[in-house]
C-alpha cells in the first residue's frame, strides 16, 4: 500500500505538464486543417455495381469521404494512390501489387434436400469430383456413387449462369457442353424445384441458400458435402457443412475445393495508408458485408473479418481531435484516465493478494473450439513430431510448412523470419520463426536438405500460414539430403491423427501447468478438466507463455 501510495503521489506531479502538454497539443490540432485527399477506385467490371452500391452506402454515413470509381482495363496502369477492387485468381495477379486483401466470397454449392433418403450414406461418404461428373455428364444414379445405395435417378438441377457452368466444369474436369442437367433461370425457381424432388441435386451460389437469419441455411435444404481429398469418406476436417458460417470459414482455410470459389480481392500496389482508404476498407469488413449477399456473394466468417480489422489497424494511428470528448482538453483526459488506471491497478492487485487461490487444473474452464476435429490433414502429406510436413513433388524437391494444428494455437500471424535458399539444413534444426505481435516461436525442421527456394510472400502475407498452410502457406522448397531414411520417421495421416490426441493431452497439461506457475499470465485463460480448448489459445497470452511453450512443447517434440 505505501509503495502504491509513493508511485500514485509521485506520478500526480506529473498530471499538470501532461495537462499543460495536452492544452498545446489540442491548441495544435484545433488549429490543423488537412486537406482531404480522394480516394480511387478501380473496379474490375462484374465488381461494378456492387462497388458503386459500397461506395454509395458508405459515403451516405461519411459523406465528408471524396470518392470517385473507375472500371479496370486491360490499360490499366497500376499506381499508388488506387486501390483495386477485383475477383481475379491469386496466380493472375500482377506483379506489381505487393498487398492484397480478402473482402468477400464468390461460392458455388451443390445443394440436396435435408429429406434425401440416403442423406445419412452421403453425409458420411461425401461427393468428390469424379463422382459429380459422373452424375452431371451420365444422369447416373445414387448407386453409382454411393456404396451401398439403392438405384435411385438423380437429377442434376443449376441456376443458368455461365459462371456457375465454368466453376463446375472446372471441378470436375468436363466440358461445361458436356454438363446435362435442367437449368432454372433463378435461384428462387431452382430451390423451388428442389422442395419437389428429395433425390436431385442443384448447384448455386451459397449467397442465394442463406436464410435470413444468416445463421442457417434455406428450408429442407443441405449443402452436399464434398470427400475433397478422396479418400471414399467424409473425414472430420472436411465436415465444414453445418452453417454458412462454418463453410465460409472452411472455404478460408482452403477445406473447400478452389474450383468452385472465387475470392473478392481488395489491392494495392502497396499495404494502404491514405486515411480515407483504411476507413473505407474498414467499413467494407463491416457494414459493407450486409451488400454482399445482393450482389450473390458471400460474406466473410467471423475469423476472416477479425484478421482484417487487425490488419489494417495503423501501429503509429494517432487519435483525432473528433474522437476527443468535446469541450475537454487532451491533457485533462489523460490526466484523469491516468488517475483511473492507477486506481483500478490497485485494485485489481489488492484483490488478487486477498481472494485469489492458486489456479488447479480443476479450476481451469476453456470454451469448445478447438479439438482433434477441427484440424485439417490431408491425405498425401507426411507430418513430423515437430508439428511440420513434408511433400515431395515430381521434380524431387521437397516442399515443407507447419501444420494445422500449429496455426490453430498462435492465431493470426504478423510477421516470419525465413532462411534463404542456398542454406543448408538439418532435421530437428530451427529453421522458422513465426511471429505474433512480437511474440514469436522457432520451428523445426522435418528434413535435411539445402534449401532451394522460400515461399515469399509469407512476407509481406504471413497469415497465409493461417489460411492455407498446405498449399499458398508452403514455407520452403528443399533439395533433400536423406529422404528415404527420414521419411520412415514421419507419420502418414491416419497415424498422425492418432498420435494428434496425444498431443491435445500434452497441450492441456502444459497450460493447466502452466496456469499453476504464472498465474498473472494466465488471468484471462480458464480450463476445464477433460474440456475442450478454445480456438488460438495462445495468441492473447503473455510472452512468458511462449517462450515456456517453445521449450516445454515444441522443443521437446523435436
Known amino acids: 500500500m505505501k509503495t502504491f501510495l509513493a508511485t500514485f503521489f509521485t506520478l500526480s506531479l506529473l498530471l499538470h505538464s501532461i495537462a ?23 473496379s474490375s467490371p462484374e465488381l461494378l455495381n456492387l462497388t458503386s452500391d459500397w461506395v454509395a452506402n458508405f459515403k451516405s454515413q461519411h459523406p465528408d469521404k471524396d470518392i470517385t470509381i473507375r472500371t479496370m482495363t486491360s490499360e490499366t496502369a497500376l499506381t499508388e494512390d488506387q486501390l483495386y477492387l477485383t475477383t481475379h485468381q491469386p496466380q493472375v495477379i500482377p506483379e506489381e501489387i505487393s498487398w492484397k486483401m480478402i473482402i468477400g466470397h464468390d461460392i458455388i454449392v451443390p445443394i440436396i434436400h435435408s429429406n434425401n433418403p440416403l442423406i445419412q450414406a452421403i453425409q458420411q461418404q461425401g461427393i468428390h469430383a469424379e463422382d459429380l461428373a459422373q452424375l452431371i455428364v451420365e444422369h447416373s444414379n445414387w448407386s453409382q456413387v454411393l456404396e451401398g445405395a439403392p438405384s435411385q435417378s438423380a437429377q442434376i438441377y443449376l441456376v443458368d449462369q455461365e459462371q456457375i457452368r465454368a466453376k463446375l466444369a472446372s ?165 484523469a484516465a491516468l488517475v483511473l488506471v492507477l486506481f483500478f491497478v490497485y485494485r485489481l492487485i489488492h484483490s488478487k493478494q486477498e481472494d485469489l487461490a492458486e489456479i488447479g487444473s480443476d479450476d481451469i474452464e476453456i470454451t469448445t473450439a478447438m479439438n482433434e476435429d477441427a484440424i485439417e490433414a490431408p491425405a498425401g502429406l507426411f507430418y513430423d513430431k515437430t508439428h511440420t510436413w513434408a511433400f515431395m513433388e515430381r521434380d524431387g524437391l521437397v516442399k515443407i510448412g507447419i501444420d494445422d494444428f500449429l496455426q490453430h494455437l ?41 534449401i532451394k527456394a522460400q515461399n515469399q ?33 514421419l507419420f502418414r495421416v491416419d497415424t498422425y491423427r492418432d498420435w494428434l490426441e496425444d498431443e491435445f493431452t500434452r497441450l492441456k497439461d502444459f497450460l493447466a501447468h502452466a496456469a499453476n506457475t504464472n498465474t498473472l499470465a494466465f488471468e484471462h485463460l480458464v480450463l476445464q478438466d477433460g474440456g475442450e480448448l478454445t480456438d488460438n489459445v495462445l495468441a492473447d497470452l503473455a510472452p512468458e507463455v511462449w517462450d515456456d511453450f517453445q521449450t516445454k512443447f515444441i522443443d521437446t517434440s523435436k
Open 20 to 42: 499543460g502538454f495536452g492544452l498545446v497539443v489540442s491548441d495544435q490540432q484545433a488549429g490543423e486543417q488537412t486537406e482531404a485527399t480522394s480516394l480511387q477506385l478501380v
Open 171 to 335: 471441378y470436375t474436369q468436363v466440358s461445361p457442353a458436356d454438363i446435362q442437367a435442367t437449368a432454372f433461370s433463378s435461384a428462387a425457381e431452382l430451390l423451388a424445384a428442389m422442395q419437389q424432388d428429395v433425390n436431385a441435386i442443384g448447384f448455386c451460389k451459397l449467397a442465394d441458400v442463406i436464410a435470413s437469419d444468416n445463421t442457417t441455411f434455406a428450408s429442407n435444404i443441405c449443402i452436399l458435402p464434398i470427400d475433397k481429398n478422396r479418400n471414399g469418406r467424409l473425414d472430420r476436417f472436411e465436415n465444414i457443412y453445418q452453417s454458412p458460417e462454418a463453410l465460409t470459414r472452411g472455404v478460408w482455410l482452403g477445406k473447400y475445393p478452389r474450383e468452385l470459389s472465387t475470392e473478392i480481392y481488395a489491392m494495392a500496389v502497396s499495404k494502404p495508408d491514405q486515411q480515407n482508404a483504411l476507413d473505407f476498407l474498414s467499413w467494407v469488413n463491416n457494414n459493407g458485408q450486409e451488400l454482399l449477399a445482393a450482389s450473390g456473394y458471400s460474406y466473410l466468417s467471423s475469423r476472416e473479418k477479425t484478421a482484417n480489422i487487425e490488419a489494417l489497424i495503423q501501429p503509429n494511428a494517432q487519435p483525432t481531435p473528433e474522437n476527443n470528448t468535446p469541450g475537454l482538453p487532451l491533457g485533462w483526459i489523460l490526466a
Open 410 to 450: 498462435t492465431g493470426p500471424l504478423t510477421q516470419v523470419k525465413l532462411k534463404e535458399p542456398g542454406t543448408e539444413i538439418r532435421k530437428g534444426e530451427k529453421i522458422l520463426t513465426i511471429i505474433r505481435e512480437g511474440k514469436q516461436l522457432e520451428i523445426h525442421s522435418p528434413v535435411s536438405g539445402v
Open 457 to 489: 510472400s509469407l512476407l509481406n502475407a504471413p497469415v497465409q500460414l493461417n489460411i492455407a498452410p498446405y498449399s499458398d502457406g508452403w514455407v520452403y522448397q528443399i533439395e533433400p539430403l536423406n529422404w528415404s531414411r527420414e521419411v520412415r520417421f
